[in-house]
């Protein structure tokens, strides 16, 4: 199995290429140097592996929710990606990625979305490998969060804007946090992956940020 990724929904984009279970991967901080350095790390991590685009199975892209910027970049390149090698896309989730990163059974995921509020969905499984959310991403203030039911591993960068209020709100049912992560391609590469096994992918033209929320400004007249 061969996967291409992008994942571009933070101030920490990366691209990652998947071969065969084994991961090489780069990253890119500073939202502003996104669009600057993704095709040239892309270029670098195929030519490194001497492969052409046509050799690969998929081109995955961390479809968000995350910094629209960023979304739309991942899916652009992508889809140019594809275009050009007749391939299919993996859509996938940026917060299931950092869920599968977490590596625990019951994973709530939170991710800041700025204007108060945050990007949220819960993920359980079996293993840390088969989690599978229990919902659709959503955006809420961090007062109107609720857990579901059971203890849970918090993630995300929501536990390091919000330190007091999302542990004090959720209690004992939040075991720890892991506020330093944030999406990676290479999670969205292996998750890529699987999407390729049970033929799910998209046709480049088909594929789309997931954006939870249309507004990415307050209005003037919304501005404190």
Not at 190 to 207: C, F, K, S
């Amino acid at each position: 199995m061969k996967i291409l990724a992008i994942e571009a929904s933070s101030e920490q984009a990366s691209v990652a290429l998947l071969i065969d279970g084994a991961i090489f991967s780069r990253r890119i901080d500073g939202a502003t140097n996104h669009s600057q350095t993704v095709l040239r790390d892309v270029r670098n991590l195929l030519a490194e592996a001497g492969l052409p685009v046509s050799a690969l199975d998929a081109v995955a892209f961390g479809a968000g929710p995350g910094a629209f910027t960023g979304l739309r970049l991942a899916c652009g390149v992508a889809q140019g990606l594809a275009l050009g090698a007749d391939l299919g896309i993996a859509v996938v989730g940026s917060l299931d990625a950092i869920a599968l990163q977490a590596q625990a059974p019951r994973v709530f995921v939170a991710t800041d979305a700025r204007m108060g509020e945050l990007y949220y969905a819960a993920f359980e499984g079996d293993q840390a490998d088969s989690l599978q959310a229990l919902g659709p991403a959503r955006c809420a203030l961090p007062a109107a969060l609720e857990l579901p039911p059971g203890q849970w591993l918090g993630a995300g960068s929501a536990f390091r804007v919000w330190p007091d209020v999302l542990p004090l709100r959720f209690g004992d049912q939040l075991l720890r946090c892991r506020d330093d992560l944030c999406a990676r391609a290479d999670e969205v590469a292996v998750l890529g992956a699987r999407l390729v096994r049970e033929q799910r992918l998209l046709a480049p033209e088909l594929a789309a940020p997931l954006y939870v929320r249309d507004k990415v400004a307050f209005p003037t007249a919304e501005r404190p």
